[in-house]
């Protein structure tokens, strides 16, 4: 079952709970992906699907700092809500010891990186998590390379 069809099937669910809440996100998130499957011109895939969340996710962590920084509490507790409910479309985050635990494999691989090969480092620890299936916060991961590289 495609994630449209899942979230369709939730849509429905939501619908006769009468959770208008779940159900406006729900209907944003389907919205979301129906438009880049149309910018495409063709279905969107497992990984495609994931990116969009991804950066639906993004966008609602934005605004919760905006939201935040403007007083606007209950604003930043519904989008807070909105990535949670997100989040369960999507696999697993990986926690920050598996971060670490990459980085450091990755640092060991590369011949003695300095700061100056941060660049290269944060490349192939992202594309290392990617290929293991992990989602990682890329803000996260750059700090974790960034310590492990001052630590030598």
């Not at 729900?26 to 895939?45: F, G």
């Not at 620890?125 to 590289?149: N, T």
């Amino acid at each position: 079952m495609s994630m449209i069809e899942q979230i369709q099937k939730d849509i429905t669910v939501a619908m006769k709970a009468r959770d208008e809440q779940r159900l406006s996100t729900l209907r944003m998130v389907k919205t979301a992906l129906k438009n880049r499957e149309i910018e495409k011109m063709a279905p969107l895939d497992a990984k495609e699907s994931q990116a969009v969340l991804n950066t639906l996710i993004k966008q609602r962590k934005d605004s919760i700092e905006q939201f935040t920084k403007g007083g606007r509490q209950e604003m930043a507790d519904k989008e807070a809500a909105e990535i949670v409910l997100i989040e369960t479309y999507l696999p697993k985050a990986a926690g920050e010891a598996e971060i670490i635990a990459g980085v450091r494999a990755v640092i060991a691989e590369m011949t003695s990186p300095t700061m100056k090969d941060m660049g290269a480092v944060m490349k192939n620890a992202m594309a290392r998590f990617a290929a293991a299936g992990m989602r990682v916060d890329g803000k996260v991961v750059s700090e974790a390379v960034k310590r492990e590289l001052a630590g030598k």
